[in-house]
């Protein structure tokens, strides 16, 4: 409320402010009465605050030094009203004129008919025009002014002004009259000075802001990065606007947020246009004189993020070296655990560093190991610690393996494990000896394939000489065989040849008792009486029985040895059957028994010799006329289309054959009967002859009978000639 | 009693017993008979007497049966003469080997009087014949 009527108040030069307003001034005064430069400071704050004048200066004359001071300043900075003099000396100096005056004097820019300009003077107000009024108590107009009140904007001023200066020069003269305030501003000087150099020393930049952001006092660092002054570079006014920018931006956030906090702020080098990164510290300063302040300090953390940047980027890279350590680790421990051999690796002492479970059981001891295990292992140990020192020991190269035997124990069991040791040195890169490992190599196994190959070698060696001995043998054995064959062939050839001899030997005599008794019987010696006839007939029948026996067996002998001739000719089967009963008529007749022919109505062709066929068919009828004592016999000649077999059949009604005895029949000299009392004759080489005929004829004789039910002996051949 | 005109029947064999039976029975069969041993005097016999029929066993001593035959066919005067072997070698081949030797007739002993009567009349007749 009381801002706005002294704003309304200040559009005219008349009065405006209250008397109670000016009362409360002048009370500060009272209160203040020894504080030059807070009661100048509480007028300029009244001026702006009744009159609404933005910047204004107080400046006093040092009569010590001769000098026009700056004791405080509105709206313009600070310390350029604290460092501010001008010297008193020039009285044509128009800022040093104007404190003979009585009246306020206007300053601004002119032109005057090409006249050179009349520049206003430079004072911390900056550039553009103002209003000087001498602050003079009372009307005394033959002394100079004790200072200058320095009011910017344009004339006329506000009636209330020069009552404040008038006011305030009386104060001063108080203050004076005490002669404190050229001390008092010494001492302010001086410590102001020291706060510059202070803060200026700190290459931090350090700030006071408003609450907007708008900067109050900065060291000469902030000044760098914040202040652009006239003649800076477009460059480097953008950068520091840009700066400006977000500062602003990072303090109101501040504000907002968490004040305490210390926060990162990106700025841009106003030189070069590199970033910097700031860490922000800012605290609110209450000032009751200067309003909410904010003070901020500002570090560089460029280079401390770069290194910390780098420093995380080193961590993480250790960290994936670590876990490839650590895969690569656990992949060798995976690997040496796996490995069914013992594998101990031992440090450049001699210690172990490591080894896996089968290394495990031999030299280390589990929880209740009895005596004797512990002296196992701590035998297997001292084997184990000379192998290895041997190896310390020994002058060797990086590639270098070093084997050994070692016995040593399994303390378990107790059983003697003898093990080849082989043993490599790691070597650093700088060729120094880090690590040994040592792998054991069980060879028991070894030793035991060893003695078991000796074994199958030794049998295998057995068996191969037997197999030699035994092939050797049976090659002996053949050859004796060959051997054998050959003079078994030679004496069945010998056999044959002398039976051909011997029967040859055998007609000799025989021809001349047939042939002699013959002649007797033909009644060459004259007629004989019938007893020795019936004698002569005797010899004449025996005679023919042993030429008969004499013959079959040159027969045998023949076919035996391939020397029986064959003559095929084409003829008709029935015929033999007719011819063959014809030449036995006298037998069959004698014997009484019915013979029936069962011969095919039409010719059965065949091509094979006549002669043996016709052989074989009547010594079949003979044997069945000779063991048939009843009944009859049938002669039955058949054909087999599906093979082409001629056959004749004879069958009887006579003794019969056991089925036992049916192949003895076809052997040489034998009927069933063998004793020497036997009932029938014959030679008993009849059936042999018919089956070697037959086989040589490429046919067969086939027998089916059974004791006292009679027999059938059947000749098959074959229609056509064997090829 | 024996007809000199009778045909001349030369028994070879070296066997005794049987060259006598035979020689006995062509005589009291009214044959004319020499003997001979052996080869040799099969022969001699032969080319001496000119026999109408010559009984010539094959297996004799010093030269056989095959060899008289073959020196006998060889000569003009003895070709003429009919010779039947008589062998008791039945082996096959025998009479093939007789033949190939020049036997007109070929007789396996054992052999009656009888049936050699029989064949050396057959013979004759077929020379007389011939």
């Known amino acids: 409320m009381n801002s706005l009527s002294v704003r309304t108040a200040s559009r005219a030069p008349a009065p405006v402010v209250s008397p109670s307003a000016r009362l409360e001034l002048l009370e500060y005064y009272l209160a203040h009465h020894e504080d030059l430069s807070r009661c100048a400071s509480a007028s300029l704050e009244w001026l702006a605050r009744h009159l609404g004048i933005k910047k204004s200066i107080c400046l006093a004359v040092d009569g010590e030094s001769s000098l026009l001071v700056g004791i405080t300043g509105y709206g313009v900075a600070t310390e350029d009203v604290e460092l501010y003099s001008h010297p008193l000396a020039d009285r044509h100096d128009p800022l040093v004129a104007t404190i003979g005056q009585s009246q306020p004097t206007h300053f601004r820019t002119m032109r005057v008919n090409g006249d050179s300009a009349r520049t206003i003077p430079s004072t911390p107000l900056g550039p553009g025009p103002f209003t000087a009024i001498p602050l003079r108590a009372g009307r005394d107009g033959q002394r100079d002014a004790v200072g200058l009140l320095l009011v910017k904007g344009p004339a006329p001023i506000a009636s209330d002004v020069p009552w404040l200066a008038s006011a305030l020069a009386q104060k001063i003269e108080q203050i004076r009259g005490r002669g404190s305030l050229a001390e008092e501003t010494r001492r302010l000087r001086r410590e102001r000075a020291l706060f510059f150099t202070i803060i200026n020393s700190v290459t931090d930049p350090i700030l006071l802001t408003d609450t907007e952001g708008r900067l109050i006092v900065a060291n000469a660092r902030a000044e760098k990065l914040f202040a652009a002054s006239e003649e800076e ?123 896996n479970k089968p290394a495990e059981e031999l030299f280390t001891l589990w929880s209740d190991a009895d005596d004797a295990a512990q002296r196992t292992v701590q035998a297997n140990d001292a084997h184990f610690s000379s192998f290895i020192s041997g190896l310390l020991l020994g002058e060797s190269g990086p590639g270098e393996i070093r084997r050994g035997e070692i016995g040593l124990m399994n303390p378990m069991t107790g059983a003697p494990i003898p093990v080849e040791a082989i043993a490599g040195k790691v070597l650093t890169e700088t060729g120094e000896l880090t690590a040994v490992v040592t792998i054991l190599h069980d060879r028991r196994e070894a030793l035991e394939r060893a003695r078991l190959y000796e074994q199958l070698k030794k049998a295998s060696d057995e068996l191969q000489m037997r197999v030699q001995s035994a092939t050797m043998e049976l090659a002996t054995q053949n050859e004796l065989l060959r051997r054998q064959a050959i003079e078994l062939e030679q004496a069945s050839r010998l056999k044959s040849q002398f039976l051909a001899n011997m029967s040859h030997e055998f007609r000799t005599p025989l021809n001349a008792i047939l042939g002699y008794t013959h002649m007797l019987l033909q009644g060459v010696a004259g007629d004989l009486p019938p007893n020795v006839k019936r004698q002569l007939t005797r010899i004449d029948s025996n005679g023919r029985h042993l030429l008969t026996i004499i013959n079959e067996i040159l027969d045998i002998t023949r076919i035996e040895a391939g020397k029986m001739p064959m003559q095929i000719t084409e003829f008709d089967v029935n015929e033999i059957v007719q011819e063959v009963m014809t030449e036995l008529d006298p037998v069959i007749t004698r014997s009484k028994l019915v013979v029936t022919p069962r011969i095919l109505p039409e010719a059965l062709l065949v091509q094979s010799d006549r002669q043996k066929v016709k052989q074989i068919v009547v010594n079949l009828l003979s044997n069945a006329l000779k063991f048939t004592h009843q009944g009859g016999i049938e002669i039955a000649v058949s054909y087999g289309r599906s093979d082409r077999m001629a056959s004749v059949g004879v069958t009887d009604t006579g003794i019969g054959i056991a089925p036992e005895h049916h192949e003895k029949i076809f052997e040489d000299f034998r009927q069933v009967d063998d004793s020497p009392s036997r009932q029938y004759g014959g030679t008993g080489l009849g059936l042999a002859i018919c089956r070697r005929l037959a086989n040589a004829l490429g046919g067969r004789i086939t027998l089916r009978s059974n004791l006292g039910e009679g027999s059938t002996f059947t000749l098959t051949i074959p229609a056509e000639a064997p090829q | 009693m024996t007809d000199q005109n009778a045909p001349l029947i030369l028994v070879v064999d070296d066997y005794q017993d049987a060259r006598e039976m035979y020689a006995e029975y062509l005589q009291f069969s009214g044959f004319r008979v020499a003997e001979a041993r052996n080869g040799n005097e099969a022969v001699e016999q032969a080319f001496a007497l000119k026999p109408d029929l010559i009984l010539m066993d094959l297996s004799l001593p010093g030269m056989d049966g095959w060899e008289a035959t073959r020196r006998l066919k060889a000569d003009e005067t003895t070709k003429h003469i009919p010779i039947v072997a008589l062998t008791g070698h039945a082996l096959a081949g025998a009479s093939e080997g007789a033949r190939r030797a020049g036997c007109d007739s070929f007789v396996t002993k054992p052999c009656l009087p009888d049936d050699l009567v029989v064949e050396v009349r057959r013979m004759l007749g077929a020379a007389k014949q011939a």
């Open chain 1, 233 to 355: 570079s477009e460059g480097r006014r953008r950068a520091i606007e840009l700066n400006n920018m977000l500062f602003s931006a990072a303090l109101s956030r501040t504000a907002v947020e968490m004040p305490s906090e210390a926060r990162e702020l990106l700025l841009v080098d106003p030189n070069d246009g590199s970033d910097l990164l700031f860490e922000v510290l800012s605290s609110t300063v209450e000032d009751p004189r200067e309003g909410t302040g904010i003070v901020s300090v500002l570090r560089n953390i460029t280079d401390l993020r770069r290194a910390t940047e780098q420093i995380e980027e080193n961590y993480q890279r250790l960290r994936v070296l670590e876990a490839a350590a650590r895969a690569e680790r656990d992949r060798l421990n995976l690997i040496i655990d796996s490995v069914a051999d013992p594998i101990i690796v031992t440090d450049q002492g001699g210690a172990t560093v490591l080894m």
